[in-house]
Nanobody
Framework: QVQLVESGGGLVQAGGSLRLSCAASGSIFSINAMGWYRQAPGKQRELVAHITSTSDTNYADSVKGRFTISRDNAKKTVSLQMNSLKTEDTAVYYC???????????????WGRGTQVTVSS
């Protein structure tokens, strides 16, 4: 039993900042790669940022230089610091993680339920 729960979403003005967090809980043996995805109305879900178990990162071109992904292995969390927000960043943001867990220690991909980010201007 593994769960991911996002927090930190909300309404902000263009140019502002917001920090999203995602906490993993349950029967976890290890957490491998983690990432953030987003889905805007009428669009496909897209990768925003990704971080490996060794903290190598990559970002979508649209957020590069504005967003920063980080992880805290002790707390089993991944965060997304979003600066210089634009109206185009409005979307539901989803946490994603590749986790080995459960009684059988199976490697599976898990998703959070999402948190709404709305940027106004």
């Amino acid at each position: 039993q593994v769960q991911l729960v996002e927090s930190g979403g909300g309404l902000v003005q263009a140019g502002g900042s917001l920090r999203l967090s995602c906490a993993a809980s349950g029967s976890i043996f290890s957490i491998n790669a983690m990432g953030w995805y987003r889905q805007a109305p009428g669009k496909q879900r897209e990768l925003v940022a990704h971080i490996t178990s060794t903290s190598d990162t990559n970002y979508a071109d649209s957020v590069k230089g504005r967003f920063t992904i980080s992880r805290d292995n002790a707390k089993k969390t991944v965060s997304l610091q979003m600066n210089s927000l634009k109206t185009e960043d409005t979307a539901v943001y989803y946490c994603n993680a590749d986790i080995t867990g459960g009684i059988l220690r199976r490697k599976s991909v898990y998703w959070g339920r999402g948190t709404q980010v709305t940027v106004s201007s």
